[in-house]
T-cell receptor, first 112, second 113 residues
Framework: KNQVEQSPQSLIILEGKNCTLQ??????????LRWYKQDTGRGPVSLTI?????NTKSNGRYTATLDADTKQSSLHITASQLSDSASYIC???????????FGGGTRLMVKP | EPEVTQTPSHQVTQMGQEVILRCVPI?????FYWYRQILGQKVEFLVS????????KSEIFDDQFSVERPDGSNFTLKIRSTKLEDSAMYFC???????????FGPGTRLTVT
């Protein structure tokens, strides 16, 4: 069964600090992996999409890494801002499918 | 920037009633999706739709659910006889291609009483 495990479940950091969120997945066969940001009560917004052959991808202050061999991904947030407070969700896509399997997410709170 | 829109933003209905949730996907997109998120839980896939037919559906998407693209712009999710456990946020999404980025709408909060 396709599964996604994210850690930590929640995280509190001070504004300006960096943080790294982790994702382990068992989706197979694997197509690509996305990281989404979801503000409370809003729809998810895509941050990055990484294919099997990509090891790292950046989008502004967000940098995602992918190790397809160990089925692990991480999302690094640099110089956090108050607006980064949200849930960050790891979402792998099964090859030949279009069903996204959402992880439970990491709830990040950035405090001043 | 084009975006997915959904109406209504909040729907309250009584158990056993039929509801229709509406979505307008991004105009040049070909793949359409419905997801739901029960309060405090993860986002769950319901169904994907391509070329006027369902391409994939989850176990949640049982006979009580149906989807339709009644015209060239709308994409709807119908729940025939709502149950209390159908209370959730329902998100519509669309993408240009199967593996491309999915763009999510703002959601419809469905409350079944």
């Amino acid at each position: 069964k396709n599964q996604v495990e994210q850690s930590p479940q929640s995280l509190i950091i001070l504004e300006g600090k960096n943080c790294t969120l982790q994702c382990n997945y068992t989706v197979s066969p694997f197509s690509n992996l996305r990281w989404y940001k979801q503000d409370t009560g809003r729809g998810p917004v895509s941050l990055t999409i990484m294919t099997f052959s990509e090891n790292t991808k950046s989008n502004g202050r967000y940098t995602a890494t992918l190790d397809a061999d160990t089925k692990q991904s991480s999302l690094h947030i640099t110089a956090s801002q108050l607006s980064d407070s949200a849930s960050y969700i790891c979402v792998p896509l099964v090859n030949a499918g279009n069903m996204l399997t959402f992880g439970g997410g990491t709830r990040l709170m950035v405090k001043p | 920037e084009p975006e997915v829109t959904q109406t209504p933003s909040h729907q309250v209905t009584q158990m056993g009633q039929e509801v229709i949730l509406r979505c307008v996907p991004i105009s040049n997109h070909l793949y359409f999706y419905w997801y739901r998120q029960i309060l405090g839980q993860k986002v769950e896939f319901l169904v994907s739709f391509y070329n006027n037919e369902i391409s994939e559906k989850s176990e949640i998407f049982d006979d009580q659910f149906s989807v339709e693209r009644p015209d060239g712009s709308n994409f709807t999710l119908k729940i025939r006889s709502t149950k209390l456990e159908d209370s959730a946020m329902y998100f519509c999404a669309s993408s240009e291609d199967r593996v491309y980025e999915q763009y999510f709408g703002p959601g419809t909060r469905l409350t079944v009483t």
